[in-house]
């Protein structure tokens, strides 16, 4: 057994069967607060900087190899970056690495079966809900004013066209 890693959970990577099947060398280390973040969802979920916010985290223990399969799983380097973050963890600072997103791409709702996927996560290892279901109401209010703008372009050209 080679030297393990602390990675920070907070999307699907949360769920206990899928990280069994994914990396079958990994043990749960224990849940968190990630503190400067917020839980976004971008199709998949990610975490931006926010100093006001915090996300619930669950910290795994990785091998070298189970760490290898997240990186093909997360589409590491393109898809996600890994940086590393210090959190506490039962009263005690400990590094970590967490899979952040790329680029900047819009807010984008889930398919039902990767939400369901994380929900069970959160409930099985006990984390707040609300964290969840904010990530994905804001996401939902963030399409609706979008298709509203939309909607409006498309009176105003109506409009225009009528009166030519």
């Known amino acids: 057994?080679?030297?393990?890693?602390?990675?920070?959970?907070?999307?699907?990577?949360?769920?206990l069967e899928q990280m069994a099947y994914r990396c079958p060398n990994s043990t749960v280390a224990g849940a968190a607060m990630l503190k400067g973040y917020e839980l976004q969802f971008r199709y998949h979920a990610t975490i931006e900087p926010n100093a006001d916010a915090e996300v619930p985290i669950l910290l795994w223990k990785l091998e070298a190899q189970d760490e290898?399969?997240?990186?093909?799983?997360?589409?590491f380097p393109k898809y996600y970056r890994k940086e590393g973050i210090t959190l506490?963890?039962?009263?005690?600072?400990?590094?970590?690495?967490?899979y952040i997103m790329?680029?900047?791409?819009?807010?984008?709702?889930p398919t039902a079966?990767?939400?369901?996927i994380i929900e069970q996560g959160y409930k099985e290892n006990g984390l707040d809900m609300s964290y969840l279901e904010t990530a994905l109401a804001e996401v939902i209010q963030s399409e609706n004013l979008e298709?509203?703008?939309?909607?409006?372009?498309?009176?105003?050209?109506?409009?225009?066209m009528a009166f030519m």
């Open 1 to 15: 057994m080679g030297k393990k890693i602390l990675y920070a959970a907070y999307g699907s990577n949360i769920n």
């Open 68 to 75: 290898r399969f997240l990186d093909r799983y997360e589409g």
């Open 88 to 98: 506490e963890l039962n009263g005690e600072s400990v590094e970590a690495m967490v």
């Open 102 to 109: 790329n680029g900047d791409r819009p807010l984008e709702s």
């Open 113 to 116: 079966e990767y939400y369901d």
């Open 147 to 160: 298709m509203e703008e939309q909607k409006q372009k498309r009176c105003e050209i109506c409009c225009i």
